[in-house]
C-alpha cells in the first residue's frame, strides 16, 4: 500500500487536536504521509495558539519532525469577534493547559506563510496532495487570490468540514462555525475550485440527531481506558475536553474534524449516506450569512456539481476509529 | 360538534382548488363554516384568475353563495417575472379550460377588497375565525401594514402553506414558491402577527422524499373513480391536473394546499410530527431571499417561538381524505 | 386661475403642519383645493399623532371641514425603532403641547382608511389630484399593491419630500429619515407609478450646504412678528419648532415638507436647478438601505427617467413663502 | 530635499502609466525613490498585461531597473466580467500596440509575489514608504488577512484612488471602477488599516462637472508638442489613449490615477478642497455593492475618521504638471 500526501490545515480546537491524531497514527501504519500542518487565525483561536496545540500533540507524539507553518491572521473581511460562539476557549484548547509546557511560536514554526508553503508543496507534487481544511477557509481563500485557479489545479482533493446543507446553525441561527468565521473565503473556495474535488463533511450529520458517541463514553469509559494504555496526547484530551464539554452539558462528544479524516480514512465503513450537489455559500442573508445553500433546482447545465457531501456516518465505527488511534484495537 | 369559522385565502392554482374542495366537503359535514374566499395576485396566477378558478369550483359544487373577493393585485415590491417558475399554467388551471365558462369577474366578486374584508369578518368573530393562507401572503401583510397588530389580534389562527425549514427550494434554490413570490410579505407576518397562533406546512414534508402518493394514483385510480361517481369539481381537475402534471414527469402527487387543510381537519391522523420554532424569512439573502430561517440556537427570550411547523404527514391518510371528498368513503 | 385639487400625506411633524398651512393659504387664494389630509404611522410619531397634529393646525386655522384619513399603522415590515432618530419628539410636536385641548382621534377622522380613501377620491378626479407625499411613503405603497397600477395612474403628479441623491443621510449614515422609516414602500412607489410623473425634494438640498435660512431669523424676527400679526398657527408652531430646533443647535431653518409645496406652487422663483433621472432605492445595503440611487450610467433604454429631483432651492425666496403665509406680505 | 520611498500598485491602465511616468520624472528630479512596481489582475487586465505595459513605460523611459513584481490574479471572490465596463480594452493599453514589442513577462518580473514584496519592503523601512494603489485593492487586503494589522503599521502613508463619496457610479450606477472590481478588497482595506493614514481620490472630482482638460488639449496640443520634443513614453501614449477616448466622445481627459500622484506631490497647488470622514464600503447593496459610504451622521465615537477625501482638484495645475513630465517646463 501506497502512502498518501497529507495536508492538514487547521485552527487549533480540540476536534482538530484529533484530526492531527488520526493522522499520525494512520501514518505510523503506513496509510499517509503527513507533510505538514497549516494554521490559520480567526477561527477556534489565533494561528499562533493554534500552532501551539499542534505542536503539543505532535510533542506528545513524538512526532516534532512535522513542520507547522503559520497562516492568515484574520479573516477577509476582519473579524467579527461580536457574533462569535468560543467553544474551545481563547486557546483553543479550553485554557487549562500550562503555557509553559511549550516552546516559543517563533521556535518552532517554519519560516514561510501558510499559503506559500500550501502552494509551494502541492506544486512539487501535482495532484498527489489531499488537503484537509478544517478551520476557516481564510488561507485557500487567499491562496486561490493569490495565483489564480492554478492554485487549485495542484491539489489532489480537497476534504473540508464546515458548511451546512439544511439550514442548521451553530455559529449563527442558520450558518456553522468554520464557514461562518470567514463566509467570503468559503464562498471563494467553493467557486474557484473548479479543478479540485471537493469532500464537505457539514455540520448536519454531526448533531445529535445523526450521531450519538455519548460524551460519558468519550471521558470516562474510553478516556480512563487510553489513560490507563499511557496515551500521551490523548490522556491531555482527557483534561482539555473535559473542561469544554461537561459545563455545556451536551449529551454528545462529536470531534467534526476527526470525523471527517476518519470518513476519508474509512471511507466504506463510516459514510452511510453521500450525494453531490451544485453548492454555493450566501453572503448576503441577515440570517442565512455563511449558509451553505444546494441547488435544489438542479439546474446542473448552469450551475455544475461541485461538492460530494457526506450526509450520514456510522457512529458506532467511529467509536471503533478512536480505540484505534489509542491502540486499544488493532483494526477498525 | 359546532362548526368552525374558516376563510380561505388563495392563488387559484389545482392544489388552491382541492383545498376549496375539501372545505366545502367538511362543511357539507358540519365541520367547518366556510365565511369567505380571497384572492391574491402575485402567485399562481392574476386575483383575477384565481377568482374565476375557485368560482368554476364553487358553481361545480353548486355553492356559489360563497363570497370572494379580489385582493392585491401584486406582491409588495412588485413582481419578478423573470425569476419565477409558473407550475399552473398562466391561468393557475393549466390553461386547458374554455373560458367561456365562467361568468365575467366583476360580476361575481363582491365590491370591497380582500383586505377589508378579512378585516371586517374577523372583527365581527374576534378569535373564531381560522384562516388558511395557501398563497403569497400579500393580503395578510398589507392587512396588518394598515391595521397593526389589531388586524392579526382578531384572527383566532393563522394556517399557512409556505416556505421551507431545511433550505430546499421549488421556485429558486433554496426559496419555496409562496414564500418566494412575496418574501417581505411573509416576512411581515411572520414579525406581526404576535397576538395570533400560526401553524405552517413547509415544502419539505411535501417533497418525494416524504410523501408519495403516485400521480398514476392520482390521474388514473382514483381519477377514474370520482369520475366514475359523477363529481363534477374532481373531473374538471382531472383534466387541469393531467395537463399541469404529466408532462413534468414528476412521480408523486402532493397538492400542498389541501395537505395543509387536511392537516388541519384530520390532524391526529394525518401529522407524524410536528415542532414549534422561532421562524423568520431572509429577505436579502442572494440565494437565500424567501427562505424561512429557523432559531437553531433556540435563543428563546430574544427570539420566543411564533411558529408550529408540520414536519411529517401521512400520505396514505391523505388518500383516504381524498376519497372522502370524493365521496368514495365515509369516513376518513 | 384653476384652483389645483391636492391629497397632503403626512406624518405629523412641524414641517408637515408648515406644508398643511401653506397649502390652507394657497386654498385661501384661489390657487388650489385641499381635498384631504391623510396620515402615516412609522414615521414622525403615530398615525394618531399625526391626526391630531394637522387638526391642531386645521382648527387654528378655521378649517375644520378638511377631512382627516388615518392610514396605515405600520411600514411594511414592521418599524426598527431601535434605528430610527426622533427629532420631532413622540407625538410629533416636540411633545409640548397639551393634550387637552384636542378632541379625541375617533371623533374628528373619517371612517374610511386613508389608502381606500386616496384610491376612491383619485378615481373620482382621475388625473386631476396632485399627492403631496411628505411623509413614509407606506400608503402609497399598499395602495400600489391592493390596486396594481391603476392606483397611480388616476394620480395627476406625485410630489415627495425624501430620499436623497449624494448619499446624504441624516436618519442613517446614508439614508434620509423619510425613505429609510419604510425603504421598502419608497422602493415600490418608484418602481410601480410608471403612469404617474412624480417630483422628488430630496435632503441635499435642504441641507446647511445649501439651504440657509437661519433659526434666529425663523424664531425671533419672523416669529415674533407672525405673532404680533396675531397668527394663531403659527404662534403654536413658534412653541413647537423652538423645543424642537433649540436644544439641536442647529444653525439653520429646514422644514423641508413646506420647502416641496413652497417649490411647487412657485416652482420658476424657488427651483434654482432640477434634473431627471431613473431612480431607485437601495433595500439590501449594509449602509445604504433606503438610499435612493440614481443611474448615474443613464442606460435609459433599460432603466428609463422616472423622476425629477429638485437640486436647488432658493432659500430667500422660501423666506418670502413663509411671510406670505404669516400675512405680512401679499406676494411672493 | 530627501526623497520619499513610494511603491506603485496598479493594474495596468494608460492612467497607471501616467502615474508611473509621474513618479519616474519626480524621481529623476529627486524627489522621490520608486522601490516597486506592483500588479493587480482583476481590475482593467491582467496582472500580467499590467506588468507588460508597465515595463513598456520602464523602458521607454530608460529604466528597466525598477522592479516590477506580480501580483492577486483575481479579486477575492472572483471576478464577475458580465458585469464590467473595460474602458482600457482587454490589455489595459487599447489592444492598439504590437506585442512583439515586449519582453516575455517571466523573463522580467521579480520571483516574489508582490504581497510577499509589498509587506518586506515596507518591513525594512517602516513608516517609511508611501504607497500609491491605482487598480483594485486586492493586494492590500490580501496582505492584511495574511499578516494581519502588522501589514499596515509598516505603511507610512496609503494613497488611493477609488471609490466615491457622493454615489456617482462608472462602473455600475453607483459604485466606481476600482472599488467595484473587488468590494470585499476595499472594505477589508478601509476597515483593517487603523495603522496607516490613508487619502483618497474619489471619481465625483475626476468627474467633468469638477474637472476640465479637454481632450482635445491632450490629444492635439499637448499630445503633438510632446511627440515633437520626443518624449517616447508620452508618444506611445498618444497612441493608447486616442484609441481608447476618441471612439468615447467623452469631452475631457481626466487620467484619475494620475491626478492622485499629481495631487500628492503638489498638493497646495492641486488640492482645492479635502475633507476628513469616517468611510466604508457597502458589499451588499444591490445597486451600492461597491460604493463608499461616508459616515454622514458624525458618530466619531463608534467611527473614528479613517480616510481624507480629495474632494476638488485644480486642473490648470494638472496641465502644468504633465507638461512637466514631459519636458516642456520647468516647474509647475
Ligand atoms: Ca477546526
Ligand atoms: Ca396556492
Ligand atoms: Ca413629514
Ligand atoms: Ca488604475
Redesign the interface.
Known sequence: MCAKYVILDCDGGSDDAWALLLLLHAERNGMVKLLAVTTT?GGNTTREHCARNMRRILKAYAREDVPIYL????????SNDDEKKYFHGQDGFGDCLDASDCEKVEDFVQPL?A??AIYELCRKRPKQITLFAIGPL?NL??G???????FGAHIKELCIMGGN??????S???AEFNFHSDP?AA??VL??AKRCPITILPWEPCTDKHFNVPISWRLEDFGARAAAAGHAAITMLNKVESVQWLPMRFPNWNPCDAILVAAWLFEPQMVKKHSTWNA?V????????G?M?????R?IEKYPENVRILEEIDNECFKRVVEWIAGLRKEV
Request: charged share 20%.
Open positions: 487565525g497562516g492568515a491572521v484574520e479573516p477577509l473581511l476582519g506563510h499559503v506559500s481564510t481563500a487567499v486561490f487570490t493569490m495565483y489564480g485557479e492554478e446543507y439544511q439550514g442548521v446553525g451553530n449563527s441561527r442558520a467570503e464562498h471563494a467557486a474557484k454555493t450566501d453572503l448576503r442573508g441577515t440570517h442565512t450569512r449558509q445553500v444546494l441547488d435544489h433546482l439546474e
